[in-house]
């Protein structure tokens, strides 16, 4: 069994493929090592192992005659709690909804589940998916498997943990701020934040290009393997396109050498990152030149991109919350109730001056990209932080401001409407992973996957997880996770 939960996803697939093991041995080898790990980490509160079951049998009765590619065969996988199961409970990381059970399911789950996917369970999230440490009212703490006294970050951070201590082979992730990218940097894991469209979504404003839905795996060769299964074109998102099928498998499986990287380790607008961060940034640019790469400190122009970002996820909050503020303002967390406050607050005059402000962000950053390849820079401004701090208010003695300052990195590049794969960059001196964004022109997924192939060899962070959860008191740092150079 734990052999099993070891391999790739990709790896897995395989063996359900050609019959070498079924559906339900897969199945319960995850069960085994949920029951195993997720007393010390709090991934997955809510399993429905039950239904998977139904699931896998019914795969193993009647499997598909001529499937793509692409298709699961039955392999478990875990869905982030903002996402609706059909069947089981989803709270959104709320009391308010701690006993909603989902009439039906949302449209990437549809997919998933109709390309062959097997829902194991619902990952733990903050609540309402705001923040980057994942703990709620409902759940508790959500803790990273590399050492449980940090947080995996959030808002998908259930579903990193998962993931990182070997409970499932792929799981979902959405991202407004940074939420598949921070649980991506801090659990050692690649994740994929697509162009908008990319993957179906449907919301409530239609047209925002902010919120995404995307993947998050061990590995880039997965994580194309999953986008494979949700994007596309679908008639409940007008933001979506047809994809040739195949084609992020297929960059993925070939690896390709940038013509020109960017590299930068601010953006231009980061106060301060840790000096852990910095080295291991520094690192990353004396491998990628020892390779042959031409790379050039540059970024784009994203002074204002910050204010945008605020001031139309602010729109968004109110959008999303001012019914629950009217009725339900007693049971929401302060960070919850001071965003969608911010939106209500603002003037029509600040609304359309942050959009068209994002026009001609967006137009300066593809223009930056005729020129480059690649923008890469680090994720978050520290390695994982411990989770009992709900943000990080001062690093390096630098006051960073509310909640969002310390994700400045990644709220920016939302911001610009890239596409951005998350990847590993190395670990700390005390063995805390960090990780990078590799940033490309919007709709550049399987070039991303391509490049970001090639990253991973040349960085030498070929996956190095699953891990079992690493307690303070016992950990002593394996020599794999020790950084390559001082």
């Known amino acids: 069994m734990d052999d099993l939960c070891r391999l790739s996803a990709t790896a897995a697939v395989d ?6 093991v079924s559906p339900l041995e897969l199945l319960d080898a995850a069960a085994a090592r949920i029951a195993e790990t997720d007393p010390s980490l709090n991934a997955i509160p809510t399993l429905c192992l039950e239904r998977a079951r139904d699931q896998a049998k019914a795969l193993m009765r009647s499997p598909p005659a001529d499937p793509p590619d692409h298709f699961l065969h039955g ?35 549809q997919r998933l589940e109709s390309n062959g996917a097997v829902v194991v369970g619902k990952s733990n999230i903050p609540e309402f998916a705001a923040g980057g440490n994942t ?24 579903t990193a943990a998962a993931l990182a201590a070997g409970q499932v082979w792929l799981g979902t992730g959405n991202d407004f701020g940074g939420s598949i990218r921070t649980p991506a940097s801090f659990c050692s894991l690649v994740g994929l934040r697509p162009t908008a469209g990319t993957v179906p979504r449907v ?10 839905e995307g993947p998050l795996a061990r590995s880039v060769t997965d994580c194309a393997l999953m986008l494979e299964c949700e994007a596309g074109r679908h008639p409940l998102d007008p933001l979506t396109a047809p994809i040739v099928p195949g084609s992020f498998m297929r960059a993925a499986a070939n690896p390709h050498r940038p013509k020109l990287t960017a590299l930068s380790l601010d953006l231009g607008i980061a106060p301060t990152v840790t ?28 002074r204002d991109a910050v204010s945008i970002f605020r001031t139309l996820r602010g729109v968004a909050f109110v959008g999303n919350m001012r019914t629950l ?3 339900e303002r007693h049971r929401l967390k302060p ?8 939106g209500l607050g603002l003037t029509i005059n600040e609304v359309v001056s942050a959009e068209l402000a994002h026009g001609d962000l967006v137009r300066r950053v593809a223009r930056f990209f005729e020129r480059f ?26 006051e960073l401001g509310d909640y969002l300052g310390w994700l400045v990195m990644t709220c920016a590049i939302s911001a610009t409407g890239c596409p951005v794969l998350a990847l590993p960059c190395g670990f700390t001196r005390d063995g805390l992973p960090v990780g990078v964004q590799v940033i490309g022109p919007a709709r550049s997924e399987a070039r991303l996957l391509a490049i970001g192939a090639f990253l991973e060899q040349v960085l030498d962070v070929s996956p190095r997880t699953p891990i079992e959860p690493r307690h303070p008191a016992k950990i002593a740092m394996p020599d794999s996770a020790r950084p390559a150079a001082s």
């Not at 063996?15 to 070498?20: G, Y």
């Not at 508790?140 to 498997?145: Q, W």
């Open 203 to 212: 919301q409530k404003q239609p047209y925002s290009p902010f919120n995404v």
């Open 135 to 158: 703990f709620n009212d409902v759940f508790g703490i959500t803790r990273n498997p590399w050492n449980t006294d940090f947080t995996p970050g959030g808002s998908s951070g259930g």
């Open 75 to 109: 392999l478990p996988i875990v869905v982030k709690d903002n996402l609706e199961v059909k069947g089981v409970r989803c709270t959104f990381g709320s009391p308010i909804f701690a006993d909603h059970v989902s009439p039906e399911s949302d449209v990437v789950v």
């Open 335 to 342: 960070d919850v109730i001071a965003n969608a406050e911010f």
């Open 15 to 20: 063996l359900l493929r050609r019959r070498e």
């Open 373 to 398: 390849d690649v923008l890469i820079c680090p994720t978050v401004l520290c390695p994982p932080v411990r989770v009992e701090e709900r943000y990080v208010p001062v690093l390096n003695g630098v």
């Open 325 to 327: 503020l009217e009725k």
């Open 275 to 302: 000096s852990e961060v910095a080295r291991l940034f520094g690192l990353l640019g004396d491998r990628l030149a020892g390779a042959g790469c031409d790379v050039e400190a540059a970024c784009p122009d994203l």
